[in-house]
């Protein structure tokens, strides 16, 4: 097989990746190696083929490389070692060096691809393109026809790049997105950086602190916790170890134990192939934008203390939390007229990771759980936009099995979508409203909410002589202004109620409970409204223009710089908010009428496109 030395011996890289096709096609003879599985396809020792993956010779594949289910593999294809190709992508007349990742959907048209290099979910990398070693091609990027990118480059999410870079290197300027860390496990999560990052987290926080660590039940979210763990040693931490469990269950042990911070490591609600970390503080919110700035930096000049062998000392094991979690969710409700009511639900979620903490929950407070609902008892793994397309069948299940409401949660606890007994399905706004009611019928006071919900709960607010406050979008925001506004019972109450769903649903059973009110009265209680969002792309370096030409132009009516830019208008608002992780402005809009919503949105839109439109 050809490989990089070869190139040293031909003319240019059009007569390299020639001289791969003959030796594909059995004009120049050489011997090919490994083994002939079909008609001229050649794997080398290792190879796993799906066999719902598409190979058309002439090909070869290396040793060791993997190519998932729906991946097309067409004529004159070169794989070295190693090379990981998930679902769905496609690679025609292409060389690929040794140990490259492939992303779903991605595609690849006649390149040449250097060794270890990531091309991410959706990017396209086309005719004559050449990438160098190392580099990183993220998601729904595209490298034009002759683009060459030299070593160590990282071309961003969604760009388009149309001439080749020499300069640059591959360090990312931000490794926290919107919550946490996160990426593909083996690809950008590596036990190597989560060991590393698990160091820089510790040296911020400081030799001899107290910190935990725990993951979800997924064999690849234990992994990187141990590195983690590993990482926060070599810091000199005092590291617990939490073991497996949910979000809010080290959100509750960090406050219980009194640690300086924690990490949950947990599969993305999106991907399963995807982690996320989420590193927590004293108080079990998420860390300040400042400390991940810290916790950034030293990552990036790796210059952070490390401690002496005599100052390392091994993980501390926590044993019960699972059951004192429990026990702090249910306290404050009035647990035997809960058990009084015996409420039965129809539950949607992966048992795999959440059985233990329904059963405890359950127990504890006399509920009846189906999980006949259409995904059977829920075993494995399933996407949150998978279990959203799932609701009317759901919703069916609750009203055949006469079930009080339904709840879908994701396998960390961390969303939760409510069912009433009517099948009428409460998700996103109108479960932010039906939580805000809760509390101001309950205690009054106030209720924080972010920028983006309907202007209902300030309706509601008003008719429970309570307060509205506002925040960002970004969890942290949300999450330290829930805290901040109520350190007693009714901040507590209300991070309960919004950053746990085991605890929600607990709150909201017992709310019906003492009232003997069913979940479809809640929400009949809640004022109409009308939202609408969608997102456009706009390139990164677009976004602050796209900002200041909505500040210095807006069209009539008051204007609020709290989270991206919200224009009141006489009959609703619309709400320009860049995205922190991708190359989109998301536009929300709330009207009187739908159709007043959308239009709003369609306005935006529009005023987007032309103020990117202007330079481009």
């Given at each position: 097989?050809?490989?990089?030395?070869?190139?040293c011996?031909?003319?240019?890289?059009?007569?390299?990746?020639?001289?791969?096709?003959?030796?594909?096609?059995?004009?120049?003879?050489?011997?090919?190696?490994?083994?002939?599985?079909?008609?001229?396809?050649?794997?080398?020792?290792?190879a796993?083929i799906?066999?719902?993956?598409?190979?058309?010779?002439p090909?070869?594949?290396?040793?060791?490389?993997?190519?998932?289910?729906?991946?097309?593999?067409?004529?004159?294809?070169?794989?070295?070692?190693?090379?990981?190709v998930?679902?769905?992508a496609s690679?025609?007349?292409?060389?690929?060096?040794n140990n490259?990742?492939?992303g779903?959907?991605?595609a690849?048209?006649g390149a040449?691809v250097?060794?270890r290099?990531?091309?991410?979910?959706?990017?396209?990398?086309?005719?004559?393109?050449?990438?160098g070693?190392?580099?990183?091609?993220?998601?729904n990027?595209?490298?034009?026809?002759?683009?060459?990118?030299?070593?160590?480059?990282v071309?961003?999410?969604?760009?388009?790049?149309q001439?080749?870079?020499?300069?640059?290197?591959c360090s990312?300027?931000?490794?926290?997105?919107?919550?946490?860390?996160?990426?593909?496990?083996?690809v950008?999560?590596?036990?190597?950086?989560?060991?590393?990052?698990?160091g820089?987290?510790?040296?911020?926080?400081?030799a001899g602190?107290?910190?935990?660590v725990?993951?979800?039940?997924?064999?690849?979210s234990r992994?990187?916790k141990?590195?983690?763990a590993?990482?926060?040693?070599?810091?000199?931490?005092?590291?617990?170890d939490?073991?497996?469990?949910?979000?809010?269950?080290?959100r509750?042990?960090v406050r219980?134990?009194g640690?300086k911070?924690?990490?949950?490591?947990?599969?993305?609600?999106?991907?399963?192939?995807?982690v996320?970390?989420?590193f927590?503080n004293?108080?079990?919110?998420?860390?300040?934008?400042?400390?991940?700035?810290?916790?950034?930096?030293?990552?990036?000049?790796?210059?952070?203390?490390?401690?002496?062998?005599?100052r390392?000392?091994?993980?501390?094991?926590?044993?019960?939390?699972?059951?004192?979690?429990i026990?702090?969710?249910c306290?404050g409700?009035?647990?035997?007229?809960?058990?009084?009511?015996?409420?039965?639900?129809?539950?949607?979620?992966?048992?795999?990771?959440?059985g233990?903490?329904?059963?405890?929950l359950?127990?504890?407070?006399?509920?009846f759980?189906?999980?006949?609902g259409?995904?059977?008892?829920?075993?494995?793994?399933r996407?949150?936009?998978?279990?959203?397309?799932m609701l009317?069948?759901?919703?069916?299940?609750v009203?055949?099995?006469?079930?009080?409401?339904?709840?879908?949660?994701?396998?960390n606890a961390?969303?939760?979508?409510?069912i009433?007994?009517?099948?009428?399905?409460?998700?996103?706004?109108?479960?932010?409203?039906l939580?805000?009611?809760?509390?101001l019928?309950?205690q009054g006071?106030?209720?924080?909410?972010?920028?983006?919900?309907?202007?209902?709960?300030?309706?509601?607010?008003?008719?429970?002589q309570?307060?509205?406050?506002?925040?960002?979008?970004?969890l942290?925001?949300?999450?330290?202004?829930?805290?901040?506004q109520?350190?007693?019972?009714?901040?507590?109450s209300?991070?309960?109620?919004h950053?746990?769903?085991?605890?929600?649903?607990?709150?909201?059973?017992?709310?019906?409970?003492?009232?003997?009110?069913?979940?479809s009265?809640?929400?009949?209680?809640i004022?109409?409204f009308f939202?609408d969002?969608?997102?456009?792309?706009v390139?990164?370096e677009?976004?602050?223009r796209?900002?200041r030409h909505?500040?210095q132009?807006?069209?009539?009516?008051?204007?609020e710089?709290?989270d991206?830019?919200k224009?009141?208008?006489?009959?609703?608002?619309?709400?320009?908010?860049p995205?922190?992780?991708?190359?989109?402005?998301?536009v929300f809009s709330?009207?009187?009428?739908?159709?007043?919503?959308?239009?709003?949105?369609?306005?935006y839109?529009?005023?987007?496109?032309?103020?990117?439109?202007?330079?481009?």
């Open positions: 097989m050809l490989r990089a030395t070869s190139v011996k031909l003319g240019n890289l059009q007569q390299y990746i020639e001289a791969h096709y003959d030796a594909l096609s059995g004009k120049v003879r050489i011997k090919i190696p490994g083994k002939e599985i079909s008609p001229g396809v050649w794997a080398e020792d290792g796993f799906d066999p719902a993956a598409s190979i058309e010779g090909a070869l594949i290396g040793a060791g490389c993997q190519i998932g289910a729906g991946a097309r593999i067409d004529p004159y294809t070169v794989m070295g070692q190693g090379c990981l998930q679902e769905r690679i025609k007349r292409s060389v690929l060096w490259v990742f492939v779903s959907g991605a690849l048209r040449v250097g060794s290099v990531q091309v991410q979910s959706g990017a396209g990398i086309y005719e004559g393109a050449v990438v070693d190392d580099s990183i091609i993220k998601e990027s595209l490298l034009k026809p002759e683009v060459k990118l030299w070593p160590h480059k071309v961003e999410t969604g760009a388009t790049v001439r080749s870079l020499v300069w640059g290197t990312p300027k931000r490794f926290f997105g919107f919550e946490g860390v996160s990426g593909l496990v083996n950008e999560i590596t036990p190597e950086f989560a060991a590393r990052l698990g820089a987290f510790g040296a911020v926080c400081g602190v107290r910190l935990a725990s993951s979800d039940n997924y064999t690849a992994m990187i141990e590195a983690l590993a990482g926060m040693q070599s810091a000199g931490a005092a590291v617990l939490l073991g497996t469990g949910i979000t809010p269950l080290q509750y042990a219980r134990l640690c911070g924690g990490v949950h490591v947990k599969v993305s609600p999106y991907s399963p192939d995807r996320v970390i989420v927590t004293s108080r079990g919110g998420n860390i300040s934008r400042d400390m991940e700035r810290k916790i950034e930096n030293a990552l990036s000049r790796e210059d952070y203390a490390r401690a002496d062998a005599a390392i000392v091994p993980p501390e094991t926590v044993p019960g939390l699972a059951a004192g979690y026990k702090a969710v306290e409700l009035d647990k035997e007229r809960i058990r009084n009511v015996g409420f039965k639900l129809v539950i949607s979620c992966d048992r795999h990771n959440l233990g903490f329904i059963a405890g359950s127990e504890e407070l006399g509920i759980t189906d999980s006949g259409p995904d059977g008892d829920g075993a494995g793994y996407s949150w936009r998978t279990l959203q397309g009317p069948s759901m919703a069916r299940a009203m055949e099995s006469g079930a009080d409401a339904g709840a879908v949660l994701d396998p961390d969303l939760l979508i409510l009433d007994e009517k099948g009428r399905i409460i998700q996103d706004d109108l479960l932010t409203a939580l805000s009611l809760i509390i019928k309950k006071g106030t209720v924080v909410v972010p920028v983006t919900a309907p202007r209902a709960i300030e309706v509601l607010a008003e008719r429970y309570g307060r509205v406050v506002r925040t960002k979008t970004a942290q925001d949300f999450l330290d202004k829930v805290l901040v109520g350190e007693g019972a009714e901040g507590v209300q991070f309960f109620l950053f746990d769903g085991l605890s929600a649903l607990a709150r909201v059973l017992d709310y019906a409970a003492q009232n003997g009110t069913p979940l009265e809640l929400v009949e209680e004022p109409l939202v969002k969608k997102e456009v792309p390139p990164w677009a976004k602050g796209v900002i909505l500040i132009d807006p069209p009539a009516g008051r204007l710089l709290l991206g830019v224009v009141y208008h006489q009959d609703g608002w619309a709400l320009v908010l995205d922190p992780d991708e190359p989109v402005c998301r709330e009207g009187s009428t739908m159709e007043i919503a959308e239009s709003l949105t369609e306005m839109l529009k005023k987007i496109n032309e103020i990117v439109g202007q330079n481009a």
